[in-house]
């Protein structure tokens, strides 16, 4: 009864509140699931022709890139000279963000946000009230296909900074009575947290939990070995991070509901996910046009690893045009089987970000590192790896004339969350060495199931 007035009256009346239009976008998108995949096609095209128009004419950086490197031809956006055009990259962002920025905005709200650096650095962007409104009716589509109606109680399993502060926020507590949304922070796993959410989740009697992969595995092993359970959870959905076989089977153990995994990143949103019936990661082709791209920026064939590289067809106040997120991944060869107009993801490889043991027995999330080695400063970019429950390393990289790192701090805080017996070392290195073919992980642990 709820979601059904959720949907109808409480989500539409937020919304107008807030200056967002994504009601609207919600049934514009759900209607693309019914085109032929040549009428997604010529969608896509029209909008991305729209983006570039907008860029050329509004974005100093692509009003000088465009007179070198014309995407257009006849007036339409021409593909072999759109797939010509440099990449853009975070080093990019960072160097030149303000001419990145759309001089004609006509009431299209930007906002500030970031990303948590979950690959070593954290990247500064800007989103406009366009693109966040059609990232939330991507969602509300996309929970959809998993059986999730607006509405429906949600839990999630979350750890950035900036989410945490968000949702203590009255804005934010308002937002979730509203949604029916409760937030547990992924910042500390130790056993007393964790009993504290299986309550949590218990009270609010969810359908539907979120996560990043390292989080819920290791909540659902918690949960397994104390047969707890949760009867009201009918799907849950990794985001964030490399989904490996061990935490799917992990989650769905202790979930005992099914697992989709889910590829977006902070920059864009939501960029595709597992949808029933269906082999791979469903695109939102309608929302981001995504390539995979070789070494030399040829583009890969079916089941050929590759740079994935996104263009955010909505966001006009900060256009974000063939970036590369910095994942990997692969195209589904086609099947007949599919049962929606969008292409799909084979497979992806995302940031890996592992949970840390201490000898204490908790667990230390991801973003407990990022913001501690942020809190002072001369880092410029790390990874942590432990070998051992009482033993870590953290390899760090020195920002080029930043001030003295203050190891001793960094040390006190660790032991203080871990154990003073957690034997903590710290090693200056000029690059991180990973080798080929493996994909750079923030946190790596080598303990027990963790690989």
């Known amino acids: ?195 504290a959410y299986s309550r949590a989740i218990h009270r609010h009697k969810p359908k539907l939990l979120i996560g990043y992969p390292s989080a819920l595995a290791a909540f659902g092993e918690f949960c397994s070995e104390r047969s707890i359970e949760f009867p009201s959870i009918t799907a849950v959905v990794c985001s964030a991070e490399a989904l490996h076989p061990f935490q799917r089977e992990s989650i769905e153990s202790g979930f005992s509901a099914p697992v989709y995994n889910r590829y977006g990143c902070r920059e864009v949103g939501d960029i595709a996910q597992e949808v029933p019936g269906m082999q791979g990661l469903v695109v939102n082709s309608d929302r981001i046009y995504a390539e995979i791209l070789d070494e030399s920026g040829e583009a890969c064939g079916p089941e050929t690893m590759g740079n994935i590289v996104i263009t955010d067809l909505d966001n006009y106040g900060m256009p974000l045009i063939r970036y590369q997120t910095g994942d990997r991944g692969s195209w589904a060869v086609p099947g007949s089987e599919a049962t929606l107009p969008y292409p799909v993801l084979g497979t992806v490889e995302g940031r890996s970000v592992d949970v840390v043991m201490a000898p204490s027995g908790n667990r230390i999330g991801g973003f407990f590192w990022t913001t501690l080695l942020r809190t002072r400063p001369g880092i410029k970019a790390f990874r942590v790896v432990q070998d051992s429950i009482g033993s870590i390393s953290i390899q760090f990289i020195r920002m080029p004339g930043g001030p003295e790192i203050d190891i001793p701090y960094f040390e006190a805080k660790i032991r203080d969350k871990c154990g003073p017996e957690m034997e903590v070392e710290f090693e200056e290195v000029a690059e991180f060495d990973i080798p080929p073919g493996e994909k750079f992980r923030l946190v790596k642990s080598n303990v027990g199931r963790q690989q």
């Open 1 to 195: 009864m709820y979601s059904s007035i959720y949907a109808k009256l409480i989500y539409p009346a937020y919304h107008r509140a807030i200056g967002s239009n994504a009601t609207a976008l919600i049934r514009e998108l759900d209607g693309h699931d019914r085109l032929s995949r040549d009428e997604l096609a010529r969608l896509e095209s029209k909008k991305l022709s729209a983006l570039l128009l907008h860029a050329r004419e509004s974005v100093p950086h692509y009003r000088q890139l465009f007179a070198r490197h014309d995407p257009f031809a006849s007036g339409a956006v021409d593909y072999d000279r759109f797939r010509q055009l440099p990449i853009l990259t975070k080093a990019d962002i960072r160097n030149n963000i303000n001419n990145l920025l759309s001089e004609r905005l006509d009431g299209n709200r930007l906002d500030p946000n970031s990303t948590s650096g979950s690959t070593g650095e954290p990247l500064s962007f800007f989103t406009d009230l366009r693109s966040k409104s059609y990232r939330k009716a991507a969602v509300a589509r996309n929970r959809k296909w998993i059986g999730i109606e607006n509405g429906n109680p949600v839990a999630r399993l979350w750890g950035s900074d900036l989410d945490a502060r968000k949702a203590k926020s009255l804005r934010g507590k308002v937002h979730s009575f509203i949604t029916r949304e409760i937030f547990l922070s992924a910042y500390d796993l130790d056993n007393s947290r964790l009993i």
